[in-house]
Every structure is written in structure tokens, then in C-alpha cells.
């Protein structure tokens, strides 16, 4: 069965907006987005974040920099974005330029703004077990799409492929506390194989396109491919190859159209939340 990213996610943005309507308060809730330079996929990708907001009642801002802005002074402007009590989420676009150090300047943002849920604060409630108001996306994302299909990961067998911050240690976080045993792999894992061969669900998420094959897994299993690659041809591939692996899993998510879907959706749904916690309102935990 493919998991459609599309379709939950529509679903998703819906009760989003309708939450959105029915807020009696004064202000709406507001998204600002910071662009540092002139990159064509952030490019592309915060234009897609700003339209989906609008078209859900969310207000949203890009704020733009050259690419030669130094850290100190794009520290200035989150502060004053700190500062602002109209604005209840800011999100920086990565990459940003190399003269930046990425992690000095996200964790500027205060935690109860990061939309991203990557500041210390955030990351540190999720391995206490203490759900913050806003979750990394892409992997919150996971969640919400085995949760739509109603996969329940207690007692499996999981793998993650990749250990970066935004997606590989937050996802085993938290399939950790939906009480699955997670594998974190990454580049210097020997044997991966064996390790795919014996996992009930897999993520991939180390941006390889089809690093990983339908012979090296379990048949019956659970995949879900976070990457997103060009080949020389154009064609966007995940880290799974598609084809060989919906011979072997039981569900999949396509690339396109699987995970990448949902990241927006949880991004939107981060930002209400975001404005109901600065309202005073009290959100529903849903993850743990």
C-alpha cells in the first residue's frame, strides 16, 4: 500500500484551517520566514510555505537577506523577530551561506518561536519525553502519515538511515517513545544490510539516491523515504529505489509526493500551535 503524503496532508491542512476560522481571538497566527541569499530549491520551498499558510488563514512574512550577511547582524534581526509579540514562529531556511554557523544562529530564536522544533530546549523536552508545543516537521510528519494509516509501531523492529539533527535523531526519538527498537544507522555503519534484512520499518533519510534496494529488506516491512535526489536525467528519487521495494514492503511512501507533503503540513500545524501556547490556550498532545 503506498502512503500518500498528498492526501493526508490535505486532510491535515483542512482541520488546521478549520482551527484556524474558529479562533475568537484578536490576532491570527503569524509566520515569518528568513531567506539568507539566493538559493533556487529554498527558493522554492519557502514560497510554497508562504502560499500554504495564506491559503489557511495563517499570516505570513519573508524577510530577505543578501547572501554575504554576516551572523552577527541576521542575529540582529531574529532578536527583533524575538521581540515582536505579532510574530508566534519564525523558521530560518537552510542551507544558509558559509560564513553563518547554522546552530549559533537557530538557537537564537526563542523556543517558544522555533517553528522548526530544533532549538536545544525543544529537542532536549522530546528525549526527557515532554512533548513541545512544535516538533521537527519532517519527522512529526512520519508520524502523522503511520498514524493516518493507522500503523501502530510498538514492539517493531525499526532502522533509521541517517543521523542528522532535522530528520534521523528527532524520528528515533520518537519512534523510540511509540515504543519501537530503533537502529540508528548513518555512513559508517558496517553491515547495513543485515541490519535492513532484520527491521519491520524503515526511514531513510541519508541522501543517497537508491542507497537502499528491495533485496537487502524484510519482506512485509514498512518504508519510508525521506530523501529527495536529482538524478542526471531530472528525475526526483528518494534513497529507496521504488520499484525493487514495493515488491517487499507492505507500505511505502512514494518520492515524490510521500513525506515531503507532510513536513509543510506539521509546519503549519506547528505555527497554530505556537500561537495557541502564546495565547494562553491549551494544545492537545498527539505524539506522546
Not at 263 to 287: D, E, F, P, S
Request: charged content about 20%; overall charge neutral.
Amino acid at each position: 500500500m503506498i502512503l500518500d503524503g498528498k492526501v493526508t496532508s490535505k486532510a491535515l491542512l483542512q482541520e488546521i484551517a478549520q482551527e484556524v476560522g474558529r479562533l475568537t481571538g484578536p490576532t491570527k497566527p503569524k509566520l515569518v520566514a528568513v531567506l539568507v541569499g539566493e538559493n533556487p530549491a529554498s527558493e522554492i520551498y519557502v514560497a510554497r510555505k508562504m502560499k500554504v499558510a495564506d491559503e489557511l488563514g495563517i499570516l505570513s512574512e519573508l524577510h530577505r537577506f543578501p547572501a554575504h550577511t554576516e551572523e552577527a547582524f541576521l542575529k540582529e534581526e531574529l532578536e527583533k523577530l524575538n521581540q515582536d509579540t505579532s510574530v508566534n514562529a519564525v523558521l530560518v531556511q537552510l542551507p544558509l551561506p558559509k560564513q553563518i554557523h547554522t546552530e549559533r544562529v537557530l538557537q537564537t530564536i526563542l523556543p517558544e518561536k522555533d517553528v522548526d522544533g530544533f532549538h536545544p530546549i525543544n529537542m532536549g523536552q522530546l528525549l526527557l519525553g515532554i512533548e513541545p508545543p512544535a516538533l521537527p516537521c519532517t519527522p512529526a510528519g512520519i508520524m502523522k502519515l503511520l498514524d493516518a494509516y493507522k500503523i501502530d509501531v510498538s514492539g517493531l523492529n525499526a532502522c533509521v538511515v541517517g543521523r542528522s539533527n532535522i530528520v534521523g535523531k528527532p524520528i528515533m526519538l520518537m519512534l523510540t517513545q511509540r515504543n519501537a527498537t530503533v537502529t540508528l544507522c548513518h555512513s559508517k555503519t558496517r553491515n547495513l544490510e543485515a541490519v535492513l534484512e532484520s527491521s519491520d520499518l524503515v526511514v531513510a533519510a541519508i541522501g543517497q539516491a537508491h542507497l537502499i534496494s528491495g533485496n537487502t529488506l524484510k519482506r512485509g516491512c514498512i518504508v519510508v523515504d525521506v530523501g529527495i535526489n536529482r538524478l542526471p536525467s531530472g528525475q526526483l528519487v528518494g534513497d529507496v529505489d521504488f520499484e525493487s521495494a514495493r515488491e517487499k514492503a507492505a507500505f511505502i511512501t512514494p518520492v515524490p509526493g510521500g513525506v515531503g507533503p507532510m513536513t509543510i503540513a506539521m509546519l503549519m500545524m506547528n505555527t497554530l500551535r505556537l500561537h495557541q501556547v502564546q495565547q494562553g490556550i491549551q494544545v492537545k498532545n498527539w505524539l506522546l
